[in-house]
Nanobody, 120 residues
Framework: QVQLVESGGGLVQPGGSLRLSCAAS????????MGWYRQAPGKEREQVAG???????NYAESVKGRFTISRDNAKNTVYLQMNSVKPEDTAVYYC??????????????WGQGTQVTVSS
């Protein structure tokens, strides 16, 4: 079993910054992918940013140039640095990880979500 624990959400003013963290723990053989998704009220969950074990990174168009994803492989932790935030960034942010617990399997795990509210 693998657990993802998120932290860093909260209330931030437009134009401000926030940093989210997500630490994976448990029976981990390797982590193929870690990423962030978000879901605003009345909207579908969307990918914000993701980083693969080989270092490839992708971002949603709406956050390019403002958000930066990074990963500390030694700590099995992924970060999302959110700069120049906008009210439309308000959502529950979820951490996602694709994890192998042995060399023969791969599972998809989700964190519990952390609320980010951008408001003055």
């Amino acid at each position: 079993q693998v657990q993802l624990v998120e932290s860093g959400g909260g209330l931030v003013q437009p134009g401000g910054s926030l940093r989210l963290s997500c630490a994976a723990s448990g029976s981990i053989f390797s982590i193929y992918f870690m990423g962030w998704y978000r879901q605003a009220p009345g909207k579908e969950r969307e990918q914000v940013a993701g980083i693969f074990s080989g270092g490839s990174i992708n971002y949603a168009e709406s956050v390019k140039g403002r958000f930066t994803i990074s990963r500390d492989n030694a700590k099995n932790t992924v970060y999302l640095q959110m700069n120049s935030v906008k009210p439309e960034d308000t959502a529950v942010y979820y951490c996602n990880a694709v994890v192998s617990t042995t060399r023969f399997d791969t599972f998809d795990y989700w964190g519990q979500g952390t609320q980010v509210t951008v408001s003055s």
